[in-house]
């Protein structure tokens, strides 16, 4: 039998420094996994840690990004917990979840490619460039969302 | 003067005062200071794993130090930008904030780290000269993740704070507990 859920015995709700904590390992994690993209991203910009090609970059950091997702996901999905629908109902929720869904596609197809291959100075600095956009959109639609949950 | 007065002056200048009550500026400069946390902020987590010796093994310390500075400088002074328009145009109720408080000691304490470990590890070109990094390194890299953890905490549990006896009545949960 499927007990209907019931938001006031989430410890989430319940634990009264649970939610800022989930909200500390979100930013942290966060931290993580975008700044390790973003030093790929600065790599392929021509601009990342000097003598390492992208690919080196990548190579380096590409289980850091993944433990940094698995745990900023882990802890974004603690925090929809707390109150799914309100989440659920939001536009502006609604479109981080769209860009992140691009974000991690993206990264791990047509960024992590460019990163590997070594394509042109172009194609590569638009994919650093793409995917630092994707990224810091998800943090400012993550914010515009806490900020005003009513949407904008 | 007292700092509530003080601070209520600044706050209460034209410039806070339209910072507080723009509707789209204030979250897109909190937005832009949580950016510079994911960019800037992982770059600084990536160098302090690298001093502990635990992530880009195969570059020298001394090279990842010194090729992301400029962008960490960037941030930095952006990350800061956005603090003083976010804090100063509530700068009376962050005062009296204890968790503002500690946030601002810990930024002091992450420039005297800085100065501390400036010549050893920080502008030091002969960092990875022995094969092993000294243990200078990884304390200085062990103390600068602990300091930006802390700051993040403390920035985030200062959007909490509302009540004087919070901090009192959390210690004495503690107390119990123990």
Same mark, same amino acid.
């Given at each position: ?31 993580l ?5 973003a ?46 629908l ?21 990264n ?21 460039a793409?995917s ?21 | ?13 034209d ?23 994911a960019?800037f ?13 635990l992530?880009l ?11 992301l500075?400029? /962008? ?6 952006v990350?800061i930008?956005? #603090?003083? %328009?976010?804090?100063?145009? @509530? =700068? ?9 408080q ?21 502008y030091?070109?002969?960092l ?11 304390i ?12 993040v905490?403390?920035?985030? /549990? ?10 009192? #009545?959390l %210690?004495?949960?503690?107390? @119990? =507990?123990?």
């Amino acid at each position: 039998m499927i007990q209907p859920y019931d938001l006031s015995t989430n410890p989430m709700n319940t634990v009264e420094w649970l939610f800022a904590a989930m909200e500390c390992v979100h930013i942290g994690s966060f931290a993580l996994s975008i700044g390790t993209i973003a030093m790929v991203d600065m790599s392929l910009l021509g601009a990342g840690v000097k003598g390492r090609s992208p690919a080196q970059i990548l190579r380096a950091t590409e289980l850091w990004t993944v433990a940094g997702l698995a745990t900023v996901i882990t802890a974004g999905l603690a925090i929809f917990s707390s109150d799914p629908l309100r989440y659920y109902y939001s536009p502006t929720f609604r479109f981080k979840i769209w860009v992140l869904l691009a974000a991690i596609v993206f990264n791990y197809t047509f960024h992590r490619r460019v990163a590997l291959s070594g394509s042109s100075p172009f194609i590569a600095k638009a994919t650093g460039a793409i995917s630092m956009i994707l990224w810091v959109t998800i943090v400012f639609s993550g914010l515009f969302f806490a900020f005003n949950p009513g949407g904008y | 003067m007292s700092l509530a007065t003080l601070s209520h002056a600044i706050q209460s200048t034209d410039f806070f005062t339209s910072v507080r009550q723009s509707e789209l500026f204030y979250p897109t400069v909190m937005a832009t200071h949580l950016s510079c946390i994911a960019i800037f902020g992982g770059m600084i987590l990536m160098t302090n794993l690298r001093l502990l010796n635990l992530a880009l093994k195969h570059t020298p310390a001394s090279v990842v130090i010194e090729s992301l500075r400029v /962008w960490k400088r960037i941030g930095f002074v952006v990350m800061i930008a956005c #603090g003083i %328009l976010l804090a100063g145009s @509530h =700068l009376e109720k962050y005062c009296a904030n204890p968790y503002f408080q500690l946030k601002l000691s810990l930024l002091i304490l992450t420039g005297i780290h800085g100065l501390i470990f400036h010549r050893s590890v920080y502008y030091n070109t002969r960092l990875d000269e022995e094969g092993k990094l000294p243990a200078k390194a990884v304390i200085a890299g062990g103390a600068s993740l602990i300091l930006w953890l802390s700051l993040v905490v403390c920035g985030r /549990w200062i959007a909490y704070y509302d009540d004087p006896n919070a901090i009192a #009545g959390l %210690l004495r949960r503690l107390a @119990h =507990l123990v």
